[in-house]
Structure formats: C-alpha cells, structure tokens
C-alpha cells in the first residue's frame, strides 16, 4: 500500500528550507546579526581574556609579575645599548628619556603582542573552534582585550617611573584614555586580520615576530623621529611622514605628550589626533568585516 502525497513534494531543498525555516548549519550570519551575537558573547570575551591573562605566566614562579618584568627588562636592554652607546637620546632632554623610553615599549608591546596573539587566534584553538559555536571573533577581540589589561597593569609600574622621574599625575594625563581606547580599536582590527590570515597560514606566526621588530625599529620607540630627521640631510620628505605617521608611532606620542612635560607638540606629527582617530577607525573597521567574511571557513579543512 504506498503512502498518501506528502503536501511537500514536488519542492526543492531551497523551497521546503524557506517553508520550515532552516539554514544552513555554520553558514555566515549578517553584518548586523553577526554585531548582535558578539555582543552577547561580552561576558564570554571577557571571562576568556581574563583566564588568558591569569593562565599566561601560571608555570613561572614570579606569576603576574612578568607582566611587567618582562617590557622593563626589554627598556633597560634598549636604554643600553641606543640610550647609552648608539646616542639615541639626542633630541630628547636627557632627565626624560627613560620615563620616554619606557613608555614607548609599554605602548609599542600593547600592539606588538595584540597582533601577535591575534595570528594564533584561530590556529592555536581549533579544539575549541571545531567543539562550539559562537561567533569566531570572539578569540581575537579577545586577545586583545587580554593585551589591554596587561597593558593597564603596566600602567601602574609606568604610573611610578614618571614619578621617581619629577613627573607627577596632571590635567593631561586623562588624554590617556581616548588615546588608549583608538590604539585598542586599531589592534583589535589588526589581530582580527591577521587571525583570518594565520587561520590558513600557520607559518605567518614564524614570521611576524620579523615584521613587528621592523616596525618597532621604525617607530621611534627608542629615538625621537624629528630630532633624528633634523640631524640627517637628504632625507625624502615622504619618508619622514610615513615614520611620524605611522600608527604605533602615533599612539606612542599621544601617550607620551600626554604624561611628559616636556615632551610637548613640538615632537607631534601635525593633525595626530585626526590621524589616531583615522586609523582607529579605517582598521578596525576593515578587520572586522575582513574576518566576518570568512566566518563559515574558520576550523574547516
């Protein structure tokens, strides 16, 4: 005896999908939809940036310490070897330059380790990306928060440093903030970018430590770029702007400017806030729908 006609023969799969309201299993959500799933992941962000941060230094005996240890050993290796024997302090008044240095690495170390992070977002949790489902930037806004509140831990020793310098806390110092909050728009856009990129090229980990001590080197972390352009001749004009006006040399002199007295608008680009806001936005802008349109490939293949 066959079976009576089902209502639903003679659809196609798209059809009887429409009809009971299926989709696709992990296919791309919407722009919109996919801002409305992120953001209510905000407390799963925030406990996993957090583990992450506590988790990091667990096995050494020092724990949380080396937060900090480790960007003030970095500055006094610098402070040595450009500060000291390569002369990089020409151009700076010799009473400031180590709350300038130190600065310089804390702000340089919160991008350097942001995008860092951000290349092995995806590639160093595929456990976790293949078991759950929730929105795959999750882990990279993640990390980068994570490098935040290392960064605001470090604060606190830089906070005592301007200090034992003769550079108490003053009006200009809550520039701080927004300078703060646009450095961590453009790192989290950069490590969202750079998660798509080492989610299918885990090799790219091997080399961006390169790419990032390029970049420090050509940042102004160690040196002032206008005093060192005004010592050498025949420099192209062009290259002096793209030092000044590179991001992690942006941030860096919005911070120091706000904390140094005597690191005053002399030593800034002209238009720096208009270019930290610019980069805050075009990045982090761009890495998100950058690594939003490859959400249904993350953990595949």
């Known amino acids: 005896m066959s079976a009576p006609p089902s209502p639903d023969d003679g659809l196609s799969r798209a059809e009887l999908a429409a009809k009971y309201g299926l989709t696709v299993s992990g296919a791309r959500p919407g722009l919109f939809e996919y801002v409305r799933q992120l953001w209510g992941r905000r407390h799963f962000i925030l406990a996993f940036s957090q583990a992450k941060l506590t988790a990091q230094y667990s096995q050494a005996k020092l724990g949380q310490l080396w937060q900090v240890a480790t960007p003030l050993l970095n500055a006094a290796v610098y402070f040595f070897i450009f500060g000291l024997l390569l002369g990089a302090r020409e151009g700076i008044p010799h009473d400031i330059y180590v709350p300038f240095l130190v600065t310089g690495v804390f702000v340089f170390t919160f991008t350097q380790s942001s995008v860092m992070a951000g290349v092995r977002a995806i590639s160093g949790n595929l456990g976790l990306v293949r078991a759950l489902h929730f929105p795959r930037a999750s882990l990279p806004i993640s990390f980068a928060l994570q490098q935040l509140q290392q960064l605001l831990f470090s604060m606190i020793v830089l906070v005592v440093i301007m200090c ?33 990129m080492g989610s299918k090229t ?12 390029t970049w420090m080197y050509a940042s102004g972390v160690m040196f002032s770029i206008p005093a060192m352009l005004a010592t050498k001749e025949g420099v192209p004009g062009w290259v002096g702007d793209v030092l000044q006006w590179n991001p992690a040399s942006i941030y860096m002199d919005l911070i120091r400017f706000a904390m140094i007295d005597k690191y005053g608008s002399s030593y800034l680009p002209p238009h720096v806030w208009a270019f930290a806001i610019g980069w805050a936005v075009v990045i982090g802008v761009v890495g998100f729908v950058y690594f939003w349109k490859a959400e249904e490939r993350y953990g595949r293949g």
């Not at 790219?204 to 390169?210: H, I, K, S, V």
């Open 164 to 196: 034992a310098f003769g550079i108490f806390p003053a009006l200009s110092w809550l520039l701080v903030l927004p300078a703060l909050i646009l450095q961590f728009a453009f790192n989290m856009g950069l490590a969202l970018i750079f998660a798509r």
């Open 202 to 213: 885990p090799d790219l980990a091997q080399l961006m430590p390169f790419v990032m001590r």
